[in-house]
């Protein structure tokens, strides 16, 4: 079945970019929406935005002026660049998938998430 | 943003009884694309119910999803010790995608 498993660093300065990666295995990369989602310390979780296997993408507007998702389909990889970090984006940051394409969607699979801390 | 607000935020119960949880939006959530989410420390977050009271694949039937507008509930019946866990409610009908708060559910 379908997994996805994020990478990148768990520790990045404050005013760096944190980049990450959601590598997809086992199944279609295409006609999906594919999402970062972040859930910081004793906070619920915040969808940060989506990318379509097209390349389009959607972010959430409190996120949206640091944030640039985008998609190596020939790497079956999609990757999240969040800059100007702050202590606020520490979190847990997870990578999922819409259950299906062509109308709105919950997110029917999630990787396990990596920790991310933001601190000098 | 629409924003979702769960209730209560702990609930503690033991095996074997029944756990309702709620989730309010500050306005209706688009043909009711509203979606349930189970958490547990160190493991994927897990779609349990989509679209109000969709069960989704592998979701034991002890699981049922109900509502419309803007109030839906999660209901657990029999709680088995694998439930007790923290829950989301999550609405995908608006963008930006909002969650809930979450309601824990412990073991009393």
């Known amino acids: 079945q379908v997994q996805l498993q994020e990478s990148g660093p768990g520790l990045v300065k404050p005013s760096e970019t944190l980049s990450l990666t959601c590598t997809v295995s086992?199944?279609?990369?295409?006609?999906?929406?594919w999402s970062w989602i972040r859930q910081s310390p004793g906070k619920g979780l915040e969808w940060i935005g989506y990318?379509?296997?097209?390349?389009?993408?959607n972010y959430n507007p409190s996120l949206e002026s640091r944030v640039t998702i985008s998609i190596d389909t020939s790497k079956n990889q999609f990757s999240l660049k969040l800059t100007s970090l702050t202590a606020a984006d520490t979190a847990v940051y997870y990578c999922?998938?819409?259950?299906?394409?062509?109308?709105?969607?919950?997110?029917?699979?999630w990787g396990l998430g990596t920790m991310v801390t933001v601190s000098s | 943003e629409i924003v979702l607000t769960q209730s209560p935020g702990t609930l503690s119960l033991s095996p074997g009884e029944r756990a309702t949880l709620s989730c309010r939006a500050s306005q209706s959530v688009s043909s009711n694309y509203l979606a349930w989410y189970q958490l547990k420390p160190g493991q994927a977050p897990r779609l349990l119910i989509y679209d109000a009271s969709n069960r989704a694949t592998g979701t034991p039937d002890r699981f049922s999803g109900s509502g419309s507008g803007t109030d839906f509930t999660l209901t657990i019946n029999r709680l088995e010790p694998e439930d007790f866990a923290v829950y989301f409610c999550q609405q995908y009908g608006r963008s930006p995608r909002t969650f809930g708060q979450g309601t824990k559910v412990e073991i009393k």
């Open positions: 990318v379509y296997y097209s390349g389009s993408t």
């Open positions: 999922g998938r819409d259950q299906h394409s062509g109308r709105p969607a919950a997110f029917e699979i």
């Open positions: 086992g199944g279609s990369f295409s006609s999906y929406y």
